[in-house]
């Protein structure tokens, strides 16, 4: 099996492979989700960062999409914003059981994902085969993204002039947020010359995962909690999206939900409000100008 991984940069050869090897533990109950995610960015040599799920599908020209709204952007303010990629999921005809049925689906058939605006339009709004990543299962993780009003192409803000700004996001309809965003990684000084951290005198803009969060839960969400806390703005891409390719449930979150015998659902859950106070000890000076929670919810 490794060696089938192992073999992935030679069939594309844009990827870089860096092999962990797990302990016991980590393969069952402590899936070191954010140790991963901090080695791989350690490995980054690009200005900027996008953290996304193996399971989730880019639309073809997503790159081009945040290389176009990175490029209008306001330089200085860019970096300290957080871009969201609006987020999708395919819903299969018939829930597959195994990861071979799952992959059945894209592999007997390529427009099983939609790769453009057009097709994802297509596949949430005719199709009824899309829609919105978790509304049913989790609104609040991606309801902020107001994916409605972006399907409609409300991409940019009403200006007097001719310059396009992108929506932003001036609070969150929910503290369960947590978008997939583009984050700038290297300095804007040193990404001239070179956009890697290769001296040890440049140290990255964005944070670090916390690796205190580990398995299934609350992993994604600190990241977006430290980004708010350190004064972050939240604008939307337009155009380009992610679509999640269907799966069976991971090891990782039956561990999550089986909250009868295992502990890992307490233990993240007491964790999370103990690092939400560790942020507001550490920032106090820019909570008063972070993103806040809208006045009026969505029930």
């Not at 073809?60 to 999708?88: C, G, K, W, Y």
């Not at 040193?190 to 992993?219: C, M, Q, W």
């Not at 069976?248 to 502990?263: D, G, L, Q, R, T």
Request: aromatic letters at 10%; glycine letters at 4%.
């Amino acid at each position: 099996e490794w060696q089938h991984v192992a073999d992935w940069p030679t069939i594309c050869p844009q990827i870089t492979m860096i092999p962990h090897t797990a302990s016991a533990n980590e393969k069952h109950e402590s899936y070191p989700v954010n140790m991963l995610r901090n080695i791989a960015l350690d490995a980054v040599t690009t200005s900027h960062v996008l953290v996304v799920d193996v399971d989730f599908v880019p639309s073809m020209d997503l790159h081009e999409s945040i290389q176009t709204a990175l490029d209008e952007s306001d330089t200085a303010a860019e970096e300290r914003n957080a871009l969201v990629i609006p987020a999708f999921e395919r819903i299969p005809p018939e829930p597959c059981v195994t990861n071979e049925d799952c992959a059945a689906y894209l592999q007997e058939n390529s427009s099983f994902i939609p790769h453009s605006f057009d097709d994802l339009k297509k596949c949430i709004l005719k199709d009824k085969s899309c829609d919105v990543f978790q509304r049913t299962i989790n609104w609040e993780g991606h309801y902020s993204t107001h994916s409605d009003s972006w399907l409609k192409q409300d991409w940019y803000k009403e200006t007097d002039g001719d310059q396009r700004l992108l929506k932003s996001i001036d609070c969150f309809d929910s503290l369960r947020y947590e978008p997939y965003v583009v984050i700038r990684w290297c300095p804007i000084s040193d990404t001239k010359s070179s956009p890697s951290l290769s001296s040890p005198n440049i140290k990255p803009v964005a944070p670090y995962y916390d690796e205190r969060f580990h398995g299934y839960g609350k992993n994604k969400i600190q990241m977006v909690s430290h980004l708010r806390y350190m004064g972050y703005t939240f604008s939307i891409l337009p155009g380009g999206f992610i679509v999640h390719n269907p799966h069976p449930e991971s090891n990782a979150k039956k561990v999550w939900n089986n909250v009868k015998e295992k502990p890992l659902h307490h233990e993240m859950d007491k964790l999370y409000p103990h690092f939400l106070g560790e942020l507001v000890e550490k920032y106090r000076v820019t909570t008063k100008r972070m993103v806040g929670l809208c006045k009026q919810q969505k029930k």
